[in-house]
């Protein structure tokens, strides 16, 4: 199983990102994924998840309303579109996927299969 983020950089309070993930070695349309952060000198935050066999996504009440996770289906990727930046949002962001039947969950313990993260800064 690989999982490679892309996509952070540096952008200005206010401005917008989309990272993306591509994931192979398992059945993408059939596995639960999402994005976790983690802020220099604090532990990793779930932001958002998402089924990809088809439901209603799930987001941290410190992003809801300025992010948006979704599947790309052209590029075959799993995308997280960020509005809005605040400097909070300032941190590593890991995508993170799960093939446990029956567990799609908005945490960290959720997940079993990790990329090696992209660093997202808002300053």
């Known amino acids: 199983v690989q999982v490679v983020e892309s996509g952070g950089g540096l952008v200005q309070p206010g401005g917008s990102l989309r990272l993306s993930c591509a994931a192979s070695?398992?059945?993408?349309?059939?596995?639960?994924m999402g994005w976790v952060r983690q802020a220099p000198g604090k532990e990793r935050e779930a932001v958002a998840r998402?089924?990809?066999?088809?439901?209603?996504?799930e987001y941290a009440d410190s992003v809801k309303g300025r992010f948006t996770i979704f599947i790309d289906h052209v590029m075959g990727t799993l995308d997280l579109q960020m509005n809005s930046l605040e400097p909070e949002d300032t941190g590593t962001y890991y995508c993170?996927?799960?093939?446990?039947?029956?567990?799609?969950?908005?945490?960290?313990?959720?997940?079993?299969?990790w990329g090696q993260g992209t660093q997202v800064t808002v300053s």
């Open positions: 993170a996927a799960s093939e446990r039947s029956g567990i799609c969950a908005l945490a960290e313990w959720a997940f079993t299969y």
């Open positions: 070695g398992f059945t993408f349309n059939s596995v639960c």
């Open positions: 998402i089924y990809t066999g088809g439901s209603s996504a």
